[in-house]
Nanobody, 115 residues
Framework: QVQLVESGGGLVQPGGSLRLSCAAS????????MGWYRQAPGKQRELVAT???????NYADSVKGRFTIYRDNAKNTVYLQMNSLRPEDTAVYYC?????????WGKGTLVTVSV
């Protein structure tokens, strides 16, 4: 059974940083294209960053240059380093497979960017 558990969210001031973690079980993240998604209040879920099995990464234009996705193969964990955070980054963040995401999105982790 595949399980992805997100953590690391919280309240941060504009310009601040957070690192999100996605601990995986039942799946090997180094062999799977993974993505970080987010859903802001009243908006649809959007894909913000991806990393494929070869380590190549892609980012939504809105986060390019500020967010970095990477993984620790030994810990089977995917991370999202978020810098220069803006109020519009406020959302619940989820990790999931990039292709054919699992139906169960889990609880995610809430990021709130506010003064």
């Amino acid at each position: 059974q595949v399980q992805l558990v997100e953590s690391g969210g919280g309240l941060v001031q504009p310009g601040g940083s957070l690192r999100l973690s996605c601990a995986a079980s039942g799946i090997i993240v180094s062999l799977t294209a993974m993505g970080w998604y987010r859903q802001a209040p009243g908006k649809q879920r959007e894909l913000v960053a991806t990393i494929n099995s070869g380590g190549s990464t892609n980012y939504a234009d809105s986060v390019k240059g500020r967010f970095t996705i990477y993984r620790d193969n030994a810990k089977n964990t995917v991370y999202l380093q978020m810098n220069s955070l803006r109020p519009e980054d406020t959302a619940v963040y989820y990790c999931n497979k990039r292709w054919s995401p699992m139906d169960d999105w889990g609880k995610g982790t809430l990021v709130t960017v506010s003064v």
